[in-house]
């Protein structure tokens, strides 16, 4: 059977998973392939390093040259995280006359417009499924199953780890400490999560889906952000009491040739399908002008996810159908979609709103008056006695937290009242202030 030689650059956990495919199920890619994946070389940093997959001899090496210098091997999977040198060394890749796979989201999110345009000029192809939720293949079904639809909304838990951490708060009631430490004992987080956090990783992936969706080249700096550190447990339990549970949410929506996206913490209705998305579970709503909604759901992290996700690339890399693609999407070209970024403060939503306030009369007659003169309607508000909640939320005695939750209003306006909330004497402490989904 014909071979097609290839090679991985970088062996850390995906990279692993991915040998471990390619070298124990040769039989079962290959006949979806119709020639053998022949794994050639394997790059790693350090040769000494101990590792959980026993290599062909001669294929691990320390050089990176070797696989740039090989005519014979055709497709790489450059599995290096970061920006650099993964973008120097994606670029020698393909001035070499490789086709590349990558995981690599923030490669995409920061340098896509130049990587694609060079993989453009020299004819070579650039395949990107396991960046964004991971074994889910989601960049195959919005570039290619929805081409005959318009995109007009899509909807989703991009990261793994947050939502690991909010479901540990979620069920056993854990604080955000605790669950950060178990998520990164069990493998989920790194020992610096920043990125999946404060929502960096779920906006960069909101970037490229946005992207393939609509057309539109965003920044994905640019896209209104919040982690899910800025709430306390706390306000899980309320949620609960109210009928929700709180996932961080990645949302793009089409509105009159503008593009509205954010990252935010979001109160989730019970019983919809993104609110019983558990663990390190990713899940996506695309609707279609003409499909209607489609749900997908499955592991957005992981080794042999993302892993099955490289191979399946590499695959279509190898028979051709890649290249095909790639050519019909034109995708970070200079082609202007004609789709501009709708201006945070038009945004518009419910909002959870919680705040420490003075136990005394009037207090919230003063927060109500404020939501009102900035026309935000209240659906409910909740207060508990002090003593409910005082070592929880660390509140004095002389202190209670009201919940309220409002009716649709633009972002804008709801923060403008949140600032001249927490001006008033009468209120103590950070405020919070989340987004509520219905559907």
């Known amino acids: 059977m014909e071979k097609t030689r290839v090679a991985i650059v970088g062996m850390g956990t995906v990279g692993t998973g991915v040998a471990k495919l390619l070298l124990d199920h040769g039989d079962r890619t290959a006949r979806h392939a119709g020639r053998v994946l022949w794994l050639e070389k394997a790059v790693v940093a350090d040769l000494s390093k101990p590792r959980t997959i026993d290599l062909p001899a001669g294929v691990l090496t320390d050089r990176v040259e070797d696989v740039i210098e090989n005519p014979e091997i055709k497709v790489v999977a450059q599995l290096i995280g970061g920006l650099e040198p993964a973008r120097t060394i994606t670029l020698k890749l393909l001035e070499a006359g490789k086709d590349i796979v990558t995981a690599n989201k923030a490669l995409l999110a920061e340098h896509g417009p130049e990587l694609f345009d060079k993989a453009r000029s020299l004819g070579r192809s650039i395949a990107f499924e396991a960046a964004v939720a ?225 136990d005394k009369p009037g207090v919230l007659a003063e927060i109500t008056g404020i939501l009102g003169r900035n026309q935000i309607s209240i659906a409910s508000v909740i207060q508990h006695e002090p003593t409910t909640v005082e070592s929880a939320l660390g509140t004095a005695a002389n202190q209670v937290p009201i919940v309220i939750m409002t009716h649709q209003a633009p972002e804008g306006a709801a923060q403008k009242a949140v600032e001249q909330i927490q001006q008033l004497e009468t209120v103590h402490g950070p405020s919070i202030r989340m987004r509520v989904l219905e559907k």
């Open 134 to 358: 991971g074994g889910i293949p989601i960049i195959a079904n919005i570039s290619q199953c929805f081409s005959a639809n318009q995109v007009q909304s899509l909807l989703g838990i991009l990261n793994g780890t947050s939502n690991f951490i909010l479901s540990q708060m979620d069920e056993s009631g854990a604080d955000y400490e605790t669950a950060l430490q178990k998520a990164q004992q069990l493998g989920y987080a790194e020992a610096d999560p920043t990125m999946d956090v404060d929502g960096s990783d779920a906006a960069q992936k909101l970037a490229i889906l946005a992207h393939l969706s609509f057309g539109s080249w965003i920044n994905w700096r640019e896209i209104p952000k919040v982690g899910i550190n800025t709430f306390h447990a706390t306000d899980m339990q309320y949620a609960k009491q109210l009928g929700y549970r709180i996932k961080l949410v990645a949302s793009a929506t089409l509105i009159n040739d503008q593009l509205e996206l954010v990252v935010a913490p979001t109160l989730v209705k019970k019983g919809r399908p993104l609110a019983e998305v558990r663990g390190a579970y990713n899940a996506i709503t695309v609707v279609g002008d003409a499909v209607g909604d489609i749900f997908f759901h499955g592991q957005g992290a992981g080794q042999m996810p993302t892993a099955s996700a490289v191979v399946a690339d590499m695959i279509d890399t190898a028979v051709g159908r890649t290249d095909i693609t790639f050519r019909r999407l034109e995708l970070w070209s200079q082609r202007d979609s004609g789709i501009a970024l709708r201006a945070t403060s038009l945004l518009s939503s419910r909002y959870y709103m919680r705040f420490c306030a003075s």
